[in-house]
């Protein structure tokens, strides 16, 4: 397994560097397409940093250093907190805000759900922002929306409308440099756009692979069904959002596009061999990870070829596969563990964390996966040395994207970039 893993990453990443896909080497900038913003996009914050001093994933090894001293201090209760972004029934900016210091969360999903007008999302996001600071951090909160563009878009009327992803991967096939140039300033403006109303990380680009009319689930929201297309337009996203300072989240590990159910409802059973999954579901997750992807999201699978009846998003040979495999060194993430294929399953938040999870993603309930997780902390049902690990990746991460944020000035109105980029990708792509 190893070997061809390593040989399929291997000409991904010879490809992105002859084409311009990885952030460390910028491809040439293409003319913009009519009625796109021109001029260059800024490269990632750290892309001129001292190349011995940074991670494969956006911090340097500095702020990784940083952030495991400042874990090493923390108590039990803030390294559970530390490990959840939480799910929040409601649009009070001041209740969830008090949710996020008293279970000293990493962050919120906002969803379409807490959302009323622009005006209320700017009061949450500066309430959780400040609740952040005021339980004593230095580094900003996760603050994650689900904005891929299409119908999952959970800002809908506030923040501009894209095109769902599929549009990334008929520009790129329509006109290879020149799409990938229009899908990385899509990315691009949508993360500004995105920073403008105070988040910090966006649930997007999505890498899976969709198999067509089969694929109940993802369907418009992968680029292709190409595992080439939907590596290049998954990359180029990667980089575009890196440049805009917001942390992107590659998902839905090792892929969802051929799952023939909703992991939403059920735990899907894919029964693709491992070849398989190497050919068809792999290569936009290697092209994104050479891309310098800072998170990955792991799906609610049950993968018969790796982890046999077991969701993926618990599986500890899953996460071998992404890290050992793969070579992937940035924070993990779940799919959401409030959804059907893991809300039954016995304490998936502990079961997560010691396969290798680094981040609860929207647990059913924030409050007491807190204390469950707090507790296990507490009894060694989680290692104290494995919970500090996920830890510091995670405020390494945001001690970067405080850093990047920095770098990446917000222009007077983002919109009016993103109008153009969305523009861009609809005339490119359909």
């Given at each position: 397994?190893?070997?061809?893993l390593?040989t399929?990453?291997?000409a991904?990443?010879?490809?992105?560097?002859?084409?311009?896909?990885?952030?460390?080497?910028?491809?040439p900038?293409?003319a913009?397409?009519?009625?796109?913003?021109?001029?260059?996009?800024?490269?990632?914050?750290?892309?001129s940093?001292?190349p011995?001093?940074?991670?494969?994933?956006?911090?340097?090894?500095?702020?990784?250093?940083?952030?495991?001293?400042?874990?090493?201090?923390?108590?039990?209760?803030?390294?559970?907190?530390?490990?959840?972004?939480?799910?929040?029934?409601?649009?009070?900016?001041?209740?969830?805000?008090?949710?996020?210091?008293?279970?000293?969360?990493?962050?919120?999903?906002?969803?379409?759900?807490?959302?009323?007008?622009?005006?209320?999302?700017?009061?949450?996001?500066?309430?959780?922002?400040?609740?952040?600071?005021?339980?004593?951090r230095?580094?900003?909160?996760?603050?994650?929306?689900?904005?891929?563009?299409?119908?999952?878009?959970?800002?809908?009327?506030?923040?501009?409308?894209?095109?769902?992803?599929d549009?990334?991967?008929?520009?790129?096939?329509?006109?290879?440099?020149?799409?990938?140039?229009?899908?990385?300033?899509?990315?691009?403006?949508?993360?500004?756009?995105?920073?403008?109303?105070?988040?910090?990380?966006?649930?997007?680009?999505?890498?899976?692979?969709?198999?067509?009319?089969?694929?109940?689930?993802?369907?418009?929201r992968?680029?292709?069904?190409?595992?080439a297309?939907?590596?290049?337009?998954?990359?180029?996203?990667?980089?575009?959002?890196?440049?805009?300072?917001?942390v992107?989240?590659?998902?839905?590990?090792?892929?969802?596009?051929?799952?023939?159910?909703?992991?939403?409802?059920?735990?899907?059973?894919?029964?693709?061999?491992?070849?398989?999954?190497?050919?068809?579901?792999?290569?936009?997750f290697?092209?994104?990870?050479?891309?310098?992807?800072?998170a990955?999201?792991?799906s609610?699978?049950?993968?018969?070829?790796?982890?046999?009846?077991?969701?993926?998003?618990?599986?500890?040979?899953?996460?071998?596969?992404?890290?050992?495999?793969l070579?992937f060194?940035?924070?993990?993430?779940?799919?959401?563990?409030?959804?059907?294929a893991?809300?039954?399953?016995?304490?998936?938040a502990?079961?997560?964390?010691?396969?290798?999870?680094?981040l609860?993603?929207?647990?059913v309930?924030?409050?007491?996966?807190?204390?469950?997780?707090?507790?296990?902390?507490d009894?060694?049902?989680?290692?104290?040395?494995?919970?500090?690990?996920?830890?510091?990746?995670?405020?390494?991460?945001?001690?970067?994207?405080?850093?990047a944020?920095?770098?990446?000035?917000?222009?007077?109105?983002p919109?009016?970039?993103?109008?153009?980029?969305?523009?861009a990708?609809?005339?490119?792509?359909?």
């Amino acid at each position: 397994m190893r070997l061809s893993l390593l040989t399929i990453a291997a000409a991904i990443t010879s490809a992105a560097l002859l084409l311009g896909g990885c952030a460390a080497t910028p491809e040439p900038e293409a003319a913009p397409a009519s009625g796109e913003s021109s001029g260059p996009i800024p490269e990632p914050a750290d892309a001129s940093a001292d190349p011995s001093a940074r991670l494969g994933w956006g911090p340097t090894v500095g702020e990784l250093q940083q952030a495991q001293a400042i874990v090493a201090e923390m108590s039990s209760e803030q390294l559970a907190g530390q490990v959840i972004v939480g799910r929040y029934l409601g649009t009070d900016p001041n209740e969830v805000a008090t949710m996020l210091r008293e279970q000293h969360l990493a962050g919120i999903s906002i969803t379409n759900g807490n959302v009323v007008d622009e005006a209320q999302v700017r009061a949450m996001t500066a309430a959780l922002t400040q609740a952040s600071l005021d339980d004593g951090r230095t580094y900003p909160p996760v603050l994650g929306v689900d904005q891929e563009g299409g119908y999952v878009s959970h800002l809908r009327g506030i923040a501009t409308e894209f095109p769902a992803f599929d549009a990334a991967g008929a520009a790129i096939e329509a006109d290879g440099p020149s799409g990938r140039e229009i899908v990385r300033r899509a990315a691009y403006a949508t993360g500004l756009e995105l920073r403008d109303l105070g988040f910090t990380w966006v649930f997007a680009p999505v890498a899976d692979v969709t198999i067509g009319a089969a694929d109940p689930t993802i369907g418009t929201r992968s680029a292709s069904e190409d595992p080439a297309i939907a590596a290049k337009a998954t990359a180029a996203a990667v980089r575009g959002f890196d440049a805009a300072g917001v942390v992107s989240t590659v998902k839905h590990f090792p892929g969802h596009g051929a799952a023939t159910s909703d992991s939403h409802d059920t735990l899907p059973v894919l029964d693709s061999t491992l070849a398989e999954i190497e050919a068809h579901d792999l290569p936009p997750f290697e092209a994104a990870i050479a891309a310098h992807a800072p998170a990955v999201m792991l799906s609610h699978l049950d993968l018969t070829a790796i982890a046999p009846g077991v969701p993926a998003s618990l599986a500890p040979a899953v996460y071998d596969l992404l890290r050992g495999d793969l070579g992937f060194e940035g924070v993990t993430i779940t799919d959401s563990l409030g959804m059907g294929a893991v809300a039954s399953s016995y304490k998936p938040a502990v079961a997560a964390l010691n396969a290798g999870a680094d981040l609860l993603l929207m647990p059913v309930d924030t409050v007491e996966t807190h204390r469950v997780v707090t507790r296990a902390v507490d009894e060694g049902d989680i290692p104290r040395a494995r919970i500090e690990e996920a830890a510091a990746r995670i405020v390494a991460l945001q001690l970067w994207q405080q850093r990047a944020a920095a770098q990446a000035p917000l222009p007077a109105d983002p919109s009016v970039a993103a109008q153009d980029a969305a523009a861009a990708l609809v005339a490119a792509g359909y």
